[in-house]
Structures are given as C-alpha cells and as structure tokens.
Antibody
Framework: EVHLVESGGGLVKPGGSLRVSCAAS????????MNWVRQAPGKGLEWISS????????YYADSVRGRFTISRDNAQNSLYLEMSNLRVEDTAVYYC???????????WGQGSLVTVSS | DIQMTQSPSILSASVGDRVIMTCRAS??????LAWYQQKPGKAPKLIIF???NTQSGVPSRFSGSGSGTEFSLTISGLLPDDSATYYC?????????FGQGTKVEIK
C-alpha cells in the first residue's frame, strides 16, 4: 500500500524559513516524478512544484519561484520542500503528491499545515 | 498559462439525482483532464483521468466526458457519500492548473 507522510509544518513568522519533508513507501519512489500541491484554508488546490525521478527536471509555479526549493533523496525515499522568505499568503496545507505521468496525481499524502503569521 | 473554470460553485441535489458539473479550459487541452474528489479534512482523490477514464476502485456512477475546452463530470444516482468538493485539473503542460471546485451538497 502506498503511503506518503508529510512532516515539518508549523508556525513561522513572515520572512522566515521552513522545510517540509515527505516519507514515501509502498511504491517505487525512485521511478516517479513527485510534486507539492498546496491548499490555503477554505480555498482550492494550487500546484507549486515538481521534480523528476532523477532530479533532472524541476519546475515551480510563479508564486513560489525563487523562494522555494524542491529536492529528493531516492536512497531515503524522501521528498523535500525548502521554503524561505515566507509570506502570509503561503499559509496552507502542503501535500506531497506522486505523479503517474503528465501531471496526473494518483497518490496524495495527508498534508502538513504551514502557518505564516506574526 | 491555462486557466480552468468550474461551474456551478455549489450544487445542491437529492439522493438518487443525476448531477452534472462542468469545467472549461481557457485553451484546448485535448482530453488531458482529470477530476478529483475531496472530502472535508481529507486529501483529494483521483476519480477520472484523461477526461473519461474512471480510476480503479471508483464507483461506476461517476463518469466524465468532453474534449478541447469543455468537460463535464456526472454522478448518476447521487449517494450521501458523494458529498464533497470536486476539482478539475488540466494535465496538458508542465504547470498544471486546477479549477476552483464544485461543492456538492445533499438536500
């Protein structure tokens, strides 16, 4: 059974930094492109970043480019999102999501809440 | 960037009803469209891919159709368990976009 478990969320002040992690199990992590999708409280879904299986291809949404960095460690079956210069509008649940191809998201973690507030 | 627009925002229907919600893309995406179901406090769940293909394990009362810029999701015989928010998502390019969602409420 596929499991994606996020950790590392919490409360951070505007301008601060935070790293969210995702531990994957139950599938061949090292052959899948992985993504981060976020959802602000009471709002819709927003894709923010993807990383190919060998980290060769990385993409970001305009809203986070230059502030967020996605990475992965295939030996540890782990995905990371390093967030810096955080803004109040970055407050959201951050989901770790596996891709079955062509940005089709088949498995989602339970999410990790990041709150940016002074 | 491709924009996705869903309607209606809220859909109220009775158990047993056939409900239809729509999703429009700002430019043609072929059949590169997915639908997700999200219940409160839970992660989204993939239910339809490539516009009309039902994901494994999803009940047959869910069906999708459309191509180009106009798409629809139909629930035939609404059940209380179908109360959720449904999102469409274009899979046409490297920067996927979601619609704003249609919330299905049971009368």
């Amino acid at each position: 059974e596929v499991h994606l478990v996020e950790s590392g969320g919490g409360l951070v002040k505007p301008g601060g930094s935070l790293r969210v992690s995702c531990a994957a199990s139950g599938f061949s992590f090292d052959t899948h492109t992985m993504n981060w999708v976020r959802q602000a409280p009471g709002k819709g879904l927003e894709w923010i970043s993807s990383i190919s299986s060998n980290s060769a291809y990385i993409y970001y949404a305009d809203s986070v480019r230059g502030r967020f960095t996605i990475s992965r460690d295939n030996a540890q079956n782990s995905l990371y999102l390093e967030m810096s210069n955080l803004r109040v509008e970055d407050t959201a649940v951050y989901y770790c999501v596996s891709e079955v191809g062509r940005r089709l998201f088949d498995y989602w973690g339970q999410g990790s809440l990041v709150t940016v507030s002074s | 960037d491709i924009q996705m627009t869903q309607s209606p925002s809220i859909l109220s229907a009775s158990v047993g009803d056939r409900v239809i919600m729509t999703c429009r893309a700002s430019q043609s995406i072929g059949t590169w469209l997915a639908w997700y179901q999200q219940k409160p406090g839970k992660a989204p769940k993939l239910i339809i891919f490539k516009a009309s293909n039902t994901q494994s394990g999803v009940p047959s009362r869910f069906s999708g159709s459309g191509s180009g810029t106009e798409f629809s999701l139909t629930i035939s015989g609404l059940l209380p368990d179908d109360s959720a928010t449904y999102y469409c998502q274009q899979c046409n390019d490297y920067s996927p976009a979601f619609g704003q969602g249609t919330k299905v409420e049971i009368k």
